[in-house]
């Protein structure tokens, strides 16, 4: 890569941040405009602008995703392996989406022992539940439930909905079968680049954390499973 390489992706990073905090911006208005109508009890509003706020929030994680992927691979993200107490990581994430989730008439819950501990980056982890939920809130019926736990010596946490599930065609390839790009759904497979990352930098030895994707769990439908040492 030469110089003018270099320097077009970091103009690249900085458009990019500075469009994030416009749509930050952009976004603290539509909530408090769904706050001000959920007061007033306009729940016809209210039920217009979820799915606005969720878009937004969307593609604000997906601006948040690629910044850190940048820092990854300029090697200047500043990754902080620390004990994080694991039910309060995830209450704090689901925190973010329960008004989205609220607004839709979907039901969240979380099964996750309050003494349960881990070593992992917090604000990465936290990324990756943010990307699973969203999806989550996309395929579910009417039912989100995030369950946490330690599992043969890794921390797996899951993230299950009720509702149809995977195609067939993602589970056989797995994670690596969402990561091409698809003009007709466009999807671009970034967040599940971006979980395998975080997964990836995870390590205790010759383990390394994973992600994957199957159906089941408690309600029948799809399962996000990550999985780190």
Known sequence: MDAEDVDFSDFI???IHDIKNSLNVQLGSLEMLADRCRQSGDTAI???LAPMIYEANRM???LIQILSLYKLGKSIYPIDFSDQTVREVIEEVLLQSQSIMDAKGIGLSLDCADDCHWYFDRDLVAGVLINALNNAYHYTDDKIRVVAAIVGGFLEIR?????AGYPESFLQANVSAAKGISFVSGSTG???YFSSRVAGLHRNGDRRGSVH????GAYGGGCFVLRLP
């Open 159 to 163: 993230v299950e909905d009720n509702g």
């Open 213 to 216: 994707i199957e159906n089941g």
């Open 13 to 15: 990073a900085s458009s």
């Open 60 to 62: 604000n994680g997906n």
């Open 46 to 48: 209210v039920e217009r």
């Open 190 to 192: 970034l967040g599940f």
